[in-house]
């Protein structure tokens, strides 16, 4: 094993367990923001348009709309800084990058909703 994957191993932070999701969902991240010695969690709500990277380099990009400007932000899976990330909904997209969603606006940039049976446990 080389020297780079063990330096990466002992420095890996502890794995987090987050929903699946994909492209064209509807996602809450909670991120963590530091503001001089004060901490918050700001939620950043958006649409998933890609989702690039392999392994613990993994990353995501969400799309949302603020005051009429398209916003986008990349979050690294594996960041210390990402409390949770909730789906709102599923879309229901053919294609891995929604790179067409930046030139579409109001109801043309809508998605359609695919629905997810959720697995009862036995009770």
Request: hydrophobic share 35%; charged share 35%.
């Amino acid at each position: 094993m080389d020297l780079i994957k063990i330096a990466e191993e002992a420095f890996a932070t502890p794995k987090k367990e987050f929903d699946s999701f994909g492209p064209g969902d509807t996602v809450t991240v909670a991120y963590r923001i530091k503001e001089g010695n004060k901490e918050r969690i700001q939620q950043y709500r958006g649409v998933v348009i890609k989702i690039n990277g392999q392994g613990d380099k993994k990353r995501f990009t969400v799309r949302k709309i603020s005051d009429g400007i398209g916003v986008e932000r990349i979050f690294p899976m594996e960041s210390p800084f990402i409390e949770s990330i909730t789906v709102m909904k599923y879309g229901k997209v053919r294609r891995a990058k929604l790179y067409y969603l930046r030139n579409l606006t109001g109801k043309k940039a809508r998605i359609k909703e695919r629905y997810v049976k959720k697995n009862k446990e036995n009770n």
